[in-house]
């Protein structure tokens, strides 16, 4: 359970729990009661009443406030992954953002659209700059130096914006669904990607090679990972802080700069949430460039001699991968699915011959 791994976590735990749990669920309920302490709820707001009279019922309700902060991220942390998953776009569990979801494709599909043609308009404006005579004084030649490093610029940055959307993942079927988020097709990006180039499916591999990682390569994942999420459940907080903002001032005027605050941080932590979730693909795509062939080695499979056999293998043992979670037979699926694979058993190392007790 959540709270026992607070007792019995490390420190590199305790880090995770507190920036993903305590700090997030800690925002909102802060707010909250410096609202109900000024009475911002029954009419203008009394900020000195934040300054406590007496030290011992200040003493008692910070502990009552910490109890509800620890208890609320007990709550809330079984629904953690569902809000990430709500922030990246998955939005068929709900009727409305089921509706609104088609209109933030369209959305997103436009964007893509839209880079894809800034790059290549950015492209032949290059090649008309490099094409074009040589400047005949100096001021023309460093105008032209400037107006190609700009264009260059805002060519690798269209570039880096356009690697967020997922890439074509089969041949046959070249269009990869985009999400209505642009965290969540950040994420699809890796999702799509990492294991794909090689013929692995991500989604159903990841889970098996993650054990096998090497100990710097998880703790840099885990690190974007936490990230990632304490940036969400930050968003979420924020987005919270703003709604009961907006409805505790209203009446308050000179008050509006509190939500308007609440909902740049809301921004901010998302779009800290995007960054991190490319830096966390980035990471997924290294594991399988570094262990991939690990996989095979935990599962005792041959290793292939070419990147053809490599992909064939790989895509028969997705296959398999992916008919397991089906709806299917799992008598005998292994021999069907693998049936032209060989096994290498490495040898033991021999253990030391242990000599019998010296007698006195």
Not at 291 to 297: A, C, G, S, T
Request: charged share 20%.
């Amino acid at each position: 359970m959540w709270f026992a791994s607070l007792l019995t976590s490390s420190s590199a735990s305790f880090g995770r729990i507190l920036i993903v749990g305590l700090l997030p669920s800690s925002v909102p309920i802060v707010f909250v009661w410096m609202l109900l302490r000024a009475h911002s709820f029954s009419g203008a707001s009394d900020w000195s009443r934040l300054i406590p009279p007496d030290l011992r019922t200040d003493l008692l309700q910070v502990l009552i406030a910490l109890v509800v902060i620890t208890l609320l991220t007990v709550l809330v942390q079984p629904f953690q992954l569902r809000m990430v998953r709500l922030l990246e776009g998955y939005w068929d569990s709900w009727w409305l953002t089921a509706q609104v979801a088609p209109l933030f494709i369209e959305y997103q599909t436009r964007k893509k659209e839209l880079l894809l043609e800034r790059i290549d308009r950015l492209r032949e404006r290059l090649d008309l700059v490099a094409k074009a005579p040589p400047p005949t004084t100096l001021q023309e030649q460093k105008k032209r130096h400037r107006d190609h490093a700009r264009m260059a610029a805002a060519r690798r940055r269209a570039k880096l914006r356009l690697q967020r959307y997922p890439r074509p993942t089969d041949t046959e079927d070249p269009e990869t669904p985009l999400l209505p988020t642009a965290l969540g097709n950040t994420l699809r990006t890796g999702e799509t990607s990492a294991g794909e180039r090689y013929g692995l499916n991500t989604l159903f591999s990841w889970p098996r090679l993650y054990p096998l990682l090497s100990d710097r390569l998880t703790a840099a994942q885990s690190a974007a990972r936490d990230s990632l999420d304490a940036a969400a459940t930050l968003c979420i907080s924020f987005f919270v802080v703003f709604v009961v903002a907006v409805a505790g001032l209203a009446d308050e005027p000179k008050a509006y700069w509190i939500p308007a605050l609440a909902f740049v941080l809301c921004c901010l932590s998302y779009v800290g949430s995007i960054a991190a979730a490319a830096l966390f693909t980035t990471h997924v795509r290294v594991a399988y460039d570094l262990h991939r062939f690990d996989l095979l080695k935990a599962m005792h499979h041959e290793l292939p001699k070419t990147a053809a056999d490599e992909y064939f293998q790989f895509k028969q043992l997705s296959d398999f991968f992916i008919s397991e979670s089906a709806h299917t037979a799992a008598d005998g699926l292994a021999s069907d699915k693998l049936a032209n694979r060989t096994y290498e058993h490495p040898a033991e190392p021999a253990k030391p011959a242990v000599s019998p007790p010296v007698q006195e």
